[in-house]
């Protein structure tokens, strides 16, 4: 029965290839895929929903092919609190989350807890 569900699954999903391990599926999505859902915006949670695998073998997978989430400007702290006080000047009541999607908008990806510093 277990093999009848594992080749069911194989000719479902166009996009992953299913090969028995010594004890459950494993499943290879293209790295192409995920690069390129990943650079659309998607989220974790929602890329293992669009490919109907567990969160844990798109980390899984991500690790695989050296993937990451994160891509963070290389800014120093002088440029980084600058940017910010320009933004802060022209936006007076403006909260973090605000200031991280204006420096986003100015291609300046940071984390959340540099912006909560300056």
């Given at each position: ?24 599926p494993k499943y290879d999505i293209p ?78 990806k940071v984390y959340k807890y540099y912006?909560?510093?300056?």
């Open positions: 029965m277990m093999r009848l569900r594992i080749e069911s699954m194989k000719y479902g999903q166009g996009y992953s290839n299913i090969s028995r391990a010594l004890d459950e790295k192409e895929i995920l690069v390129t859902l990943i650079e659309s915006g998607f989220k974790i949670t929602e890329i293992s929903k669009l490919l109907s695998v567990s969160e844990r073998t798109i980390y899984r997978q991500m690790n695989k092919f050296n993937i990451t989430c994160y891509d963070f400007t290389d800014i120093d702290d002088l440029n980084l609190e600058t940017e910010v006080r320009h933004v802060i000047a022209e936006f007076p009541r403006v909260g973090e989350t605000m200031i991280r999607q204006i420096l986003h908008e100015k291609a300046i912006v909560s510093i300056v």
